[in-house]
């Protein structure tokens, strides 16, 4: 029997006879059918049987595994695991890079005879802001040219210009090379979802992207943690050296072990068949290969106007802006929290050096307990809602885990605001520690249910929210320091905290009522 199957161009595309599996897994937006039983229902039987499982037979796989070794998707466990860890090393570079600035911000004012203020407004705060708009550039040529050449050099010339940082003779180069180092460095954090929807099934990608997200999350927080010691004893320069290294590091493991992982689903497969030495190898990590293959691949009108493209769509506007807030806040937490560790009372704690740098474990330990939780929280979630629905996902069942993370994160904001303006300690801590648990959690399931909305469009969903996060934080560190000292840590943190509920009411209830509704008739 032939079924039809409403598409949100209004036309009616055959499943059955003229079934094709990639047009189906691209064009679904949120509604996949995982169980095996329920596609003999959804496509008949024949059709069903045809289709790839997994090894224990319990799951569809989508996308469908082409007949093909130079698919991804049919990579080994091990190879895949390879990439996702040089990935999510690669994603944590630019925030670690970021936090570095914030260990160093006392040395840094010294060194160029200027306040910590000023440091944070030029080098800290200008330097978020670059992370978010490089990525919607970055995304541009990875589309036409692939993951591989665009993340390699961007990252080498990120570890140049934060050689250049760590020379810097004055105030003025070194805020340059800052914001450079940033433009350039982000390219992993909106390169990580390409990796992970390219190697790994529909059903895996919300465990993999709590892993890569895990990366970005906790690195500002170990680079103040391991060069807080450092530059209490030696020169901020050592850091930023140090920094170098790590980089160069990630470097040398991308050019050695990633490959390309963009595979041209509606090519003909040998057209960019894979072929064997190291010729090949460095014509793909320099840009030849994709250079050649970029005649086949979308044209610059259509990249150019990808971001504007999603960015309006309901399905992704409200739960971005709702996330903007979510990551913005932590980002300004983030930057404003040593000042307030480190200045006298009755402004802030007085701790010495090793004291601020030993307070950053806190974040470091919450955000690792955040990835525990997010990775059992998503796959519960995902099961139980699959389950109930007979067998189909859908996509609004990923932001179930927004309610786990909202009360945490109120009553993290609100011990916070408290510990701040009492000058508890153990508030401090505990408030710090709760409310990036929450944003670890919030966070994947953003990215986890975006993704599944436009499965052709991870990289502009990836850039979007990168640069949501991004302005969300970006303006905090200039307002939350005079704020919280003219009317207490509890008024300011406790609206923020109401800014984040609202809009968590506001924007993921209406997208799980309407969401159907809006992948529908809003789908690209």
């Known amino acids: 029997m032939l079924q039809l199957e409403e598409r949100s161009d209004n036309c009616d595309v055959e499943v059955a006879e003229k079934f094709d599996p990639t047009s189906y897994y691209e064009q679904a937006a949120g509604r996949l059918v995982i169980d095996p039983q329920q596609a003999k229902v959804e496509f008949g039987e024949a059709l069903a049987s045809t289709l790839k499982l997994s090894r224990d037979g319990s799951t569809i796989l989508w996308p469908q595994p ?99 940082a760590t020379f810097s003779p004055d105030l003025a180069t070194f805020t340059a090379m800052r ?87 509606h090519l003909d497969p040998h057209r960019e068949r894979i072929l064997p030495g190291i010729q090949y190898r460095l014509k793909t990590l320099i840009g030849i290969t994709g250079y050649k293959m970029a005649r086949y691949r979308s044209c610059w009108s259509e990249v150019v106007w990808a971001c504007l493209n999603v960015v309006w769509r309901p399905q992704f506007i409200l739960v971005a802006f709702f996330e903007a807030f979510v990551f913005g806040f932590s980002v300004g937490v983030n930057v404003t929290n040593v000042v307030f560790m480190g200045s006298p009372p009755p402004v802030g704690f007085g701790f010495s050096e090793f004291g601020v740098a030993g307070a950053y474990a806190t974040p470091i330990v919450a955000v690792i307990l955040g990835e525990v939780c997010g990775r059992f929280l998503n796959d519960r979630i995902m099961d139980f809602t699959v389950r109930k629905n007979n067998g189909i996902f859908e996509a609004e069942s990923r932001l179930w885990a927004c309610y786990a993370a909202m009360p945490l994160y109120i009553c993290g904001f609100l011990t916070l605001g408290a510990g701040i303006q009492h000058l508890n300690k153990a508030a401090l801590i505990l408030g710090w520690g709760i409310a990036e648990v929450a944003v670890m959690v919030n966070t994947v399931a953003v990215y986890a249910y975006c993704n599944d909305c436009f499965p052709r469009r991870q990289g502009e969903i990836s850039a979007l929210l990168n640069l949501a996060r991004v302005l969300g934080g970006f303006s905090v560190a200039y307002f939350q320091v005079p704020w919280a000292t003219k009317s207490g840590g509890i008024e300011t943190y406790g609206v923020e905290a109401a800014i984040v509920m609202g809009l968590f009411l506001l924007a993921v209830p209406t997208v799980q009522l309407r969401g159907r509704y809006f992948r529908e008739h809003f789908a690209l």
């Open 179 to 265: 914001c450079l180092t940033a433009f350039f460095g982000t390219c992993p954090q909106v390169t990580g979802l390409y990796v992970v929807t390219d190697i790994f099934p529909f059903h895996l990608q919300a465990r993999k992207l709590n892993i890569w997200t895990f990366g970005f999350i906790i690195s500002p927080f170990l680079s103040p943690f391991a060069f807080g010691f450092l530059v209490a004893r030696m020169s901020w320069r050592w850091a930023y050296g140090i920094g170098s290294i790590y980089s160069a590091i990630v470097v040398l493991l991308i050019g050695l072990f990633m490959e390309e992982t963009m595979y041209d689903r």
């Open 66 to 164: 082409a007949d093909d070794p130079n698919d991804p998707q049919n990579w080994s466990d091990r190879h895949k695991a390879l990439h996702l860890l040089v990935i999510t090393l690669a994603a944590s570079i630019p925030d670690f890079d970021s936090g570095i600035g914030i260990a160093s911000i006392f040395g840094l004012a010294q060194t160029y005879n200027t306040t910590t203020g000023v440091i944070n407004n030029l080098t800290s705060n200008w330097s978020i802001f670059l992370l978010g708009w490089g990525g919607i550039f970055w995304v541009m040529l990875m589309r036409r040219y692939g993951r591989l050449p665009v993340l390699f050099w961007t990252q080498v010339f990120a570890v140049a210009f934060l050689v250049g």
